[in-house]
């Protein structure tokens, strides 16, 4: 196993910072990003505040508590901007993510565990934390998924996987700062999250590999390549109503889906409730959306929806990759191909573009995303 040079990993250390910067610069003197008064405000300025941390910025730092104090002056509205929140909110007692010395697969942060964070909590964070818990809960469809918002309606089912991806991400969160959140959000999450996945798929060898004493050893596993979509909704088609998916499978959405799933088999791992049938479904669904994004493996477009969505969905195969603990996608190593097109598209002073676009590179080339603590890492049979 090859380890990134030193020259190119001070090349993608010199881009984060200069995305950090770019980030600064855009932030308002009231401490938002982004038009204040937008639906999801708050999550428009709490991911360049998780960017920020994730990238090294200390919580202390005065721009990361103006944030803070324009955050907190705002009620939960949104799923993704909760979701985004809470994230936020971990990151700024979360130990920082580790070298790039380190392979994927191996990476550990090690640091306070869920108990210890919430002790060292302040009550300002721990009401925000609180009150974003019981939105996520109460913003939860009947079919396990999420949409934009709480819907004020009997059994609501209106859903999106972007929505629920935030969602998830955002109780993962709650959850690493000592929050409990019920057994049944989980497992009626990862129930919808089944039907967002394509039901058939060729099949196909997934590529493993795993790293011993230095060297990478490539094994193969079957699997179906069976991607997920951004809704359940139907369109009539040549074999009758409502046969015909409206959405595309795609790569942005196939990325979510797996971390996604990896999270709430994460979230029910130690309960006795979680037994062997599930647990084998869960890790057929990583497989079988692993798979998909092999045969279909770009980092310069959003496969399925090209020319739309390239930097959002970098960041979700970031998601994929590092909670599914693999550095390989199929014979691809995700993250140096990824990160070549980041360094190449990037403008000195100017980032990837606005703070959205700026935060998902800067989240990618951090490889910001923690590991799974409690679920082993998802392998073939």
């Not at 090349?11 to 008064?37: C, F, T, Y």
């Not at 942060?109 to 210890?116: S, T, V």
């Not at 088999?265 to 647990?279: C, H, V």
Request: with cysteine; glycine share 10%.
């Amino acid at each position: 196993m090859e380890r990134y040079p030193p020259s190119w990993r001070l090349k993608v250390k010199e881009a984060i910072r200069e995305g950090m910067d770019h980030l600064l610069s855009l932030q308002a003197k009231e401490g938002s990003w982004g038009n204040p008064n937008d639906t999801h405000a708050v999550g428009h300025t709490a991911l360049p505040v998780l960017a920020l941390l994730k990238g090294g910025t200390s919580p202390h730092a005065e721009p990361i508590q103006r944030a803070f104090t324009w955050l907190r002056k705002r009620p939960p509205t949104s799923t993704y901007s909760v979701g985004c929140y809470l994230m936020a909110i971990h990151a700024k007692y979360a130990p920082k993510a580790g070298s790039l010395d380190t392979d994927v697969g191996e990476e550990t942060l090690g640091g306070p565990d869920p108990e210890e964070i919430h002790a060292r909590l302040e009550k300002e964070d721990l009401a925000a934390l609180e009150a974003g818990l019981d939105f996520l809960v109460r913003a939860q469809a009947v079919n396990g998924l999420w949409h934009y918002h709480v819907q004020e309606k009997p059994r609501p089912t209106d859903h999106d996987l972007s929505n629920t991806q935030y969602a998830i991400l955002g109780l993962r969160a709650a959850r690493d700062c000592g929050l409990e959140v019920p057994f049944a959000v989980w497992s009626e999450a990862l129930e919808g999250l089944y039907g967002l996945q394509d039901r058939e798929g060729p099949k196909v060898d997934l590529l493993d590999h795993r790293v011993k004493d230095g060297y990478v050893f490539e094994r193969k596993d079957r699997a179906r390549a069976r991607g997920f979509r951004y809704s359940l909704r139907m369109k009539h088609g040549p074999r009758g109503e409502n046969t015909v998916p409206v959405n595309p499978t795609t790569g942005s959405m196939t990325t979510a889906g797996i971390a996604s799933v990896i999270i709430c088999r994460e979230g029910m791992w130690r309960s006795r409730k979680f037994r062997g049938q599930a647990r084998r479904k869960s890790e057929q669904a990583v497989r079988d959306g692993l798979a998909w994004l092999q045969e279909h493996f770009t980092v310069a477009d959003n496969p399925g929806q090209e020319g739309r969505h390239h930097l959002y969905y970098l960041y979700g195969l970031e998601r994929a990759g590092m909670l599914a603990a693999r550095r390989w996608i199929g014979p691809h190593d995700w993250y140096k191909e990824g990160a070549d097109l980041l360094l190449g598209k990037h403008e000195d002073g100017k980032g990837w573009g606005d703070h959205k676009l700026t935060s998902f590179a800067v989240l990618f080339l951090k490889r910001a995303t923690a590991g799974s603590r409690d679920a082993p890492v998802v392998t073939g049979r």
